[in-house]
């Protein structure tokens, strides 16, 4: 149970999770994926970025949790997270509706800033939600919104309950972040953006995900500390090993599991969008 006085002092980051089911979870990744190999990286994605917010928060006031479907799933995150990390059932009709209902319980907790969190960037940089708590905890009203590369938003952080942002949005299309801006100039709220980073949710992203933990290829050219992975690093090496993953990927042959990850090379930061 999440304390009052910590959560009164706290940015509340939930992820938004569903429990890992074959043919239910991650199916744009089926194929290169068989279901079951999918269902096995939706759960090594929800324990690594729970990790990531677990090491964000040595950094910030961070208390993190996982807003879930379906209904009737807390017990299949009661085996997987780890104890801290808050529950909430978040099983509405509709994406936006999810969201809304998962950042009001938040505020509803006390907690003076919320966020929701995808749950497909396991290599997300914890500096990056350090800084979203960071801003959030500045005085006055704003947003912050990190943009994924492929249109959508991987995360999205509030003081108030501004629903204006989650509505007329045409969800799982390129178009949701650069909606979710317009909304935001519509009410007049100042937006602070994150650099962008990738989801992993089919073919070319898992190859994005493969350099970056097995081939040590930093993701575009970031130059920030990505984060941990390690279950989904450890599920992609005994794939490659055992499974024949890298034919599927069309990636060259490597002796995965003899690799240890190379450290990742400084390089420029990634462009960040503009607002106009």
């Not at 907790?109 to 708590?133: F, Q, R, Y």
Request: hydrophobic fraction near 45%; include cysteine.
């Amino acid at each position: 149970m999440i304390d009052t006085q910590d959560a009164a002092s706290s940015c509340a980051i939930a992820v938004m999770a569903k429990a890992s089911a074959p043919g239910r979870t991650k199916t744009r990744l089926t194929p290169p994926l068989d279901p079951g190999e999918a269902a096995a990286f939706n759960t090594a994605f929800i324990k690594d970025i729970v990790g990531n917010i677990l090491a964000a928060g040595q950094s910030a006031r961070i208390l993190p949790y996982v807003a879930y479907g379906p209904a009737g799933a807390a017990s299949f995150f009661d085996a997987v997270l780890p104890p801290g990390v808050g529950r909430l059932e978040a099983a509405l009709p509709g994406f936006g509706a999810c969201l809304q209902a998962t950042l009001g319980h938040l505020f509803a907790l006390g907690h003076p800033a919320a966020a929701v969190l995808n749950s497909d960037s396991p290599t997300l940089p914890p500096v990056l939600l350090a800084e979203m708590a960071e801003v959030l905890a500045r005085p006055g009203d704003r947003a912050v919104l990190g943009p994924s590369t492929d249109g959508g938003y991987y995360v999205l952080g509030l003081k108030a309950r501004h629903w204006r942002l989650l509505e007329e949005i045409d969800w799982s299309t390129e178009r949701v972040a650069d909606q979710t801006l317009a909304r935001a100039a519509e009410i007049g709220l100042p937006v602070h953006l994150l650099p962008p980073w990738y989801d992993v949710d089919d073919a070319p992203a898992l190859r994005l995900l493969h350099g970056e933990l097995i081939a040590g290829v930093p993701f575009g050219a970031s130059r920030l500390a990505r984060g941990a992975a390690r279950h989904s690093e450890a599920l992609m090496r005994r794939l490659l090993s055992a499974a024949g993953l890298a034919a599927r990927l069309d990636l060259p042959d490597i002796a995965a599991p003899d690799l240890t990850p190379p450290e990742i090379a400084p390089a420029a930061d990634p462009p960040r969008p503009r607002v106009s």
